[in-house]
T-cell receptor, first 115, second 112 residues
Framework: AQKVTQAQTEISVVEKEDVTLDCVYE???????LFWYKQPPSGELVFLIR??????QNEISGRYSWNFQKSTSSFNFTITASQVVDSAVYFC????????????FGKGTKLSVKP | DVKVTQSSRYLVKRTGEKVFLECVQD?????MFWYRQDPGLGLRLIYF???????EKGDIPEGYSVSREKKERFSLILESASTNQTSMYLC???????????FGPGTRLTVL
């Protein structure tokens, strides 16, 4: 069965530190998509990235980077030089080929960045 | 920009009441979804719809129903609200298939 595990429930860092949020997934499909969403204190989930299972290239977007490794079924998210505005709950999610786009979410990691 | 709106940010209802949560998207998306979010449980899918008048059960459909009479609107209905349905309800839409989902601001429902 499909599953997404975010083992870190809460992380607290000081501004300018780098931080990595872990995501491990389980699926039997060979075709699937992985996502990261950010939920700031305001509550609205914001889409960050989508990756398909055939593209293992790492992605960098400003201070954000993602490391996708099929060998370990992981899709980790790193924030470089964290800022207070990065404080949020971050969700990793999986969508399998036969699921009509339904997302299976991890339980989220709450990141607190202190000044 | 895609906009997903939900009819209320906060709602307080009494046990046994019929409750309607409305969601509207303005980007002609095919798919629409209803989730509930609870502390420690993450987001769980209640129902989804991939076309007008079509609906599919998600992981936790019990106690809920949905309606999609128009492409842009997806309603979640609690036929007889119960206290265990107190939660944050999130609506989302996506273009089709495995495109990213866009979320509304959420409705925090309290059932007394």
């Amino acid at each position: 069965a499909q599953k997404v595990t975010q083992a870190q429930t809460e992380i607290s860092v000081v501004e300018k530190e780098d931080v990595t949020l872990d995501c491990v997934y389980e699926t039997r499909d060979t075709t699937y998509y992985l996502f990261w969403y950010k939920q700031p204190p305001s509550g609205e989930l914001v889409f960050l990235i989508r990756r398909n299972s055939f593209d293992e290239q790492n992605e960098i977007s400003g201070r954000y980077s993602w490391n996708f490794q099929k060998s370990t079924s992981s899709f980790n998210f790193t924030i470089t030089a964290s800022q207070v505005v990065d404080s949020a709950v971050y969700f990793c999610a999986l969508s399998e080929w036969g699921s009509q786009g339904n997302l299976i979410f991890g339980k989220g990691t709450k990141l607190s960045v202190k000044p | 920009d895609v906009k997903v709106t939900q009819s209320s940010r906060y709602l307080v209802k009494r046990t046994g009441e019929k409750v309607f949560l409305e969601c509207v998207q303005d980007m002609d998306h095919e798919n629409m979804f209803w989730y509930r979010q609870d502390p420690g449980l993450g987001l769980r899918l209640i129902y989804f719809s991939y076309d007008v008048k079509m609906k599919e059960k998600g992981d936790i459909p019990e106690g809920y129903s949905v309606s999609r009479e128009k492409k842009e609107r997806f309603s979640l209905i609690l036929e007889s609200a119960s206290t265990n349905q107190t939660s944050m309800y999130l609506c989302a839409s996506s273009l089709a298939g495995w495109n990213e989902q866009f979320f509304g601001p959420g409705t925090r429902l309290t059932v007394l």
